[in-house]
């Protein structure tokens, strides 16, 4: 079973930039996906930014040309740089990944919160 653990996160104001860093641990395990999600108050968990084992990325569009996802494989390790932020992206972010048997795998979640 994959271990998710992030780090990052905080409190900044609107247009601020911050990272968040999530590393995956375990034994016997191939990740495929690696990503974020994010749920705000009242909202359902919504897709932040994916990125494959080749590098291939994915964005929402309310974050493309803001937010930056990155990945090393040899470290098992997913970034998520977020610059200009908005109080809209104010919520709990959820580090994710897909192994390369399909089973998902979740982080215990980390708060930005963004002030106006």
């Known amino acids: 079973q994959v271990r998710l653990v992030e780090s990052g996160g905080g409190l900044v104001q609107a247009g601020g930039s911050l990272r968040l860093s999530c590393t995956a641990s375990?034994?016997?395990?191939?990740?495929?996906?690696m990503g974020w999600y994010r749920q705000a108050p009242g909202k359902q968990r919504e897709l932040v930014a994916t990125?494959?084992?080749?590098?291939?990325?994915n964005y929402s569009d309310s974050v493309k040309g803001r937010f930056t996802i990155s990945r090393d494989n040899a470290k098992n390790t997913v970034v998520l740089q977020m610059n200009s932020l908005k109080p809209e992206d104010t919520a709990v972010y959820y580090c994710?990944?897909?192994?390369?048997?399909?089973?998902?795998?979740w982080g215990q979640g980390t708060q930005v919160t963004v002030s106006s």
């Open positions: 994710y990944s897909l192994d390369s048997w399909g089973h998902p795998s």
């Open positions: 375990g034994s016997g395990f191939s990740i495929n996906i």
């Open positions: 990125i494959t084992s080749r590098y291939s990325t």
